[in-house]
């Protein structure tokens, strides 16, 4: 019975999805309203024509993500997104100017070429320009804009390969533009302005320091971990390994596991003394940006060393190890401290 449903999935979705680095391919296929994955800085992205409902539906369909979450669209420039708008603050032309292209995401009040499908009914629109030259070249080869997600199954970690998104998507969509590993390693920073207060949605490869400095004034952070947050990709279970993770003092979980077998992630020398069936590193030398980078793979690979839990300790909460503590603390399995 299961054999049967596993082959009624697959049918739903086979394909062959070939990973290459043809810029022409990928643009032939946009244009037909087919789904690419495309590399950007942060991590691989699923990209689809933003303009056209149908290939936007796809988007949905190969994450099996809810269409209540609504998708990031991806501009070369700044210079493209008032057409797509119907108003950008003044304060964002400030953080725009110090951190695009990169890694943060702008909420903007959309206009009606924007799909409703593409906000999930939100009257605003995230807007991400990215860094990464490939990412660059298509945008500019298109007349059009790329909504595009993490390109992951929904619910698990972001990819930061095209072999990421093969072992995720591969079956589901045609072609991986391979870019090499993502420099960042974790999603865009998404900002907001309501009520004349500026906002930290999601914590990213931005740090929440550096846009203070630039605005000068208060950053307020509500990243909230409800059944229905602002930002659903802040749902309070995600990025989650298949292996139960556990985050906390390591010296201390890894105590209360004695007599299993524990695959650890470390940061710097915070893992000293043990003796797990698998250890690995985040940054030896302890650098928040190196660890960022290494992140979703680290979970990935401690997934596949088949220990019976995953421990990990919390990183410094400063700069982007807020970002990392946050994504660790949504990979993590209820109830921490071990059961
Ligand atoms: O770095 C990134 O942001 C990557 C790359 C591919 O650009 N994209 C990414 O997309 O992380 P995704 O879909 O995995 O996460 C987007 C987050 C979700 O939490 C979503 O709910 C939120 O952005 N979001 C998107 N549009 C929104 C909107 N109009 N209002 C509020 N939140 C929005
Ligand atoms: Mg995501």
Known sequence: ???????????????????????????????????????????????????????????????????????????????????????????????????????????????????????????????????????????????????????????????????????????????????????????????????????????GGVAVEDIAAVLGGPVFVRVGADEHPVAPGQLKRHYATRTPLFVGDLQELAGRSAGREICVIAFGNNAEGLQPKCLLQLSGQGSLAEAARNLFAVLRQADHCEASVILAGWVPEEGLGTAINDRLRRAAHDPLPLP
């Not at 391919?25 to 037909?32: F, K, S, T």
């Not at 933003?50 to 809810?66: E, M, S």
């Open 1 to 203: 019975m299961k054999k049967k449903n596993r082959e009624a999935n697959n049918s739903n979705h086979r394909m062959k999805t070939i990973i290459g680095t043809d810029l022409e391919l990928a643009r032939q296929l946009l244009e037909a309203g087919e789904l690419v994955a495309i590399p950007t800085e942060t991590v691989y992205g699923l990209a689809a024509n933003a303009l056209n409902p149908d290939a936007v539906v796809k988007v949905f369909a190969a994450k099996d993500r809810p269409s209540f979450n609504p998708l990031i669209v991806h501009v070369a420039s700044w210079q493209d997104v008032p057409q797509y708008v119907l108003d950008i603050p003044d304060d964002f032309h400030r953080l725009a100017e110090r951190f695009t292209p990169g890694a943060i995401t702008f909420l903007l009040p959309k206009n009606n070429r924007i799909p409703d499908l593409v906000t999930a009914g939100s009257p605003k629109v995230a807007v991400r320009i990215p860094a990464h030259p490939l990412a660059q070249a298509l945008l500019r080869k298109l007349p059009f804009l790329l909504a595009a997600p993490s390109a992951n199954p929904f619910g698990y970690a972001s990819p930061t390969t095209a072999r990421h998104v093969l072992d995720g998507l591969g079956g589901r969509i045609p072609y991986i533009l391979d870019g090499g590993p993502c420099q960042v390693g974790l999603e865009s920073t998404i900002v907001d302005i309501a009520e004349g207060e500026f906002i930290i949605r999601r914590k």
